[in-house]
Nanobody, 123 residues
Framework: QVQLVESGGGLVQAGDSLRLSCAAS????????MGWFRQAPGKEREFVAA????????YYADSVKGRFFISRDNAKNTVYLQMNSLKPEDSAVYSC????????????????WGQGTQVTVSS
């Protein structure tokens, strides 16, 4: 089993930045493709970003491209999401996910999920 725990969410103003962290335990972290998803109330969960083995490759949703940046530190079993120039429409519960295939992350989601961390951006 893989356990994922997100942290770093909070309440910020439009234009501010946040960095989310996802700490993994269980099976070997470096074996997994990692991704971030978000879900706002009344909305379907949507893909945000993903990163493969060894710090790459990376993929981003068009809505966050150029503002959000995903990275990972395999020695710390942690994946990060740096969020800049935040907008009110970025407000959502952000969850990290793990899978053995980039195709699974990009097309369907992860095999394992964290509990999520709330990000709220005020105007």
């Amino acid at each position: 089993q893989v356990q994922l725990v997100e942290s770093g969410g909070g309440l910020v103003q439009a234009g501010d930045s946040l960095r989310l962290s996802c700490a993994a335990s269980g099976r070997t972290f470096s074996s997994y493709t990692m991704g971030w998803f978000r879900q706002a109330p009344g909305k379907e969960r949507e893909f945000v970003a993903a990163i493969g083995w060894s710090e790459g490759p990376t993929y981003y949703a068009d809505s966050v491209k150029g503002r959000f940046f995903i990275s990972r530190d395999n020695a710390k079993n942690t994946v990060y999401l740096q969020m800049n120039s935040l907008k009110p429409e970025d407000s959502a519960v952000y969850s990290c996910a793990a899978a053995l295939s980039m195709n699974v992350i990009l097309r369907f989601g992860g095999n394992y999920w964290g509990q999520g961390t709330q990000v709220t951006v005020s105007s």
